[in-house]
């Protein structure tokens, strides 16, 4: 659409300045109204891609290193934010919980909005719906008329004042802006889950140590780290927070200075596993602290009561800058998700564990002088590389 006239630009703007700019629209012309009614009563948005100039089509081939794939990351940044007012990102709708988009060169994707859903069973749905492609393939045949069934297609016209049409283009400069500073890379790694339950460990604890080891490297320090726990067994359960930095965890990034293969450091990184696997169990089963300790907060500040002096310590506050973010989404095919940090000089990670590889997609913000996903990437290469070596002498626990 004509830039000004970008109106879904205004979804990726701050909530506040969003919501002020919605309410001014809505009251201005019911057409907008009625608009924004059918948007948010639809199922689904969909959106139909021009090439992104720029980023690889479909078929192009991917430019690699052993680890980060550069193709593959360009495909992320198109998923993630569209490449910005130039390419497609003005034809997007980020309010809406469940978007898909499809480019002309057949490139394909989903963009979630987080508040109502985890990213787990939106792609299981997708894996659905891929494995329904690969089973089916009369359904990838292009159709020569729309089905009787299918309502007519209705273009939404909008109603704009010349506010609306600069609160559009304001929301393409900042989104551009934070589109420029956002450093994205995917990778793949050579082996996957497989070749770690050989060990008899959890891959994704094992991944899991792999992050602190390779930050550790890089900053001679643990980082506080989030890693979400779903509590779907309980009656409206979200998540809550598996910490991956441990004291077990600890112990063994400072044995791995170097990467020489030792009995010691084996036995070190079975008991980080074994440590973050319990941490693990502890969350799911609702037995971790963080949202325990957020809903006594919460309480207190809703009843007027003294917030106790535990939140306002300084190492309570370190301890919820999370300068690694981290996600496991699992699918059964060659598919990632990606996301920004939650932190100004912190890395998020998302990441899917198959039988025979792992992807990853590492993103950091540009503008923070200490961050680069780069490093990070090659950092969490070599100590996936490294841990793999300890596999091969790693005694088998004993059976009791």
Known sequence: PEASRAV?????????TWAAVYDSMVKHD?????????????????????????LPTAGEPRNRTPFIDEGRTRLAERGLHGGGTSANSGNRWFDKTLQFFVASDGGAGCIIEHCAAEGPPVVRLTDYCITMLEKDTNRLT??????RDVPSVQRLNWKLAKEHEEAVLQAGRNFNAEIARLDLKSCECSFGKEAIKKAKMSPDAFIQVAFQLAYFRMYRRNPPTYESASLRRYRRGRTDTIRSATIASDAFVRHCETDDVSMDKAALLRNAVMAHSEYSQWA???????RHLLGLKLIAKENGIPVPELFNDPNYAESLHYRVSTSQVPSAHDSFLSFGPVVEDGYGVCYNPRKNGILFNISSFRSCPTTDSQRFAESLEQSLNCMHDLLQVMPQPSKL
């Open 30 to 54: 019911e057409v907008n109204k009625q608009n924004m009614a059918a948007i948010q009563n639809s199922l689904f948005f969909v959106a139909l891609d021009q090439n992104n100039p720029g």
């Open 8 to 16: 879904g630009l205004l979804t990726s703007e701050h909530r506040d």
């Open 142 to 147: 292009p159709a020569t008329e729309l089905p």
């Open 284 to 290: 799911i089963r609702g037995q971790a602290f963080d």
